[in-house]
């Protein structure tokens, strides 16, 4: 399954996701990373210095669709800056004509 916008692919599938009961906040692109790591959590008993590995891996590939969104959004303001700049050159125009009694 693709994500519009993404470079990255849903590798978990929504049944995968609803058997592991993966929260729908963080059914993203990185799930297919987080089932092994809850499992090794729980296995752990959540203790912090265990799965290191699966949360470094989980992270990076969270971190790595962060970096993706914010490229994109630096994408769209540019070319909405692009946009504006010819409507900027008109503004110095006053609006309310002078008057010859003022």
């Not at 970096?67 to 503004?91: T, W």
Request: hydrophobic share 35%; net charge positive; glycine share 2%.
């Amino acid at each position: 399954m693709e994500v519009k916008g993404s470079s990255k692919k849903m590798i978990a599938t929504q049944a995968e996701m609803v058997e592991n009961k993966v929260p729908i906040p963080y059914r993203d692109q990185c799930a297919h990373l987080l089932i092994p790591l809850n499992k090794c959590r729980q296995a752990e008993l959540y203790l912090p210095w265990k799965c290191e590995i699966q949360r470094h891996s989980y992270e990076k590939c969270e971190y790595e669709l962060v970096m993706e969104r914010m490229l994109q959004m630096q994408r769209i303001r540019e070319e909405e800056a692009k946009f504006k700049q010819p409507g900027k050159q008109g503004s110095s125009i006053p609006l309310v004509p002078k008057t010859a009694n003022a």
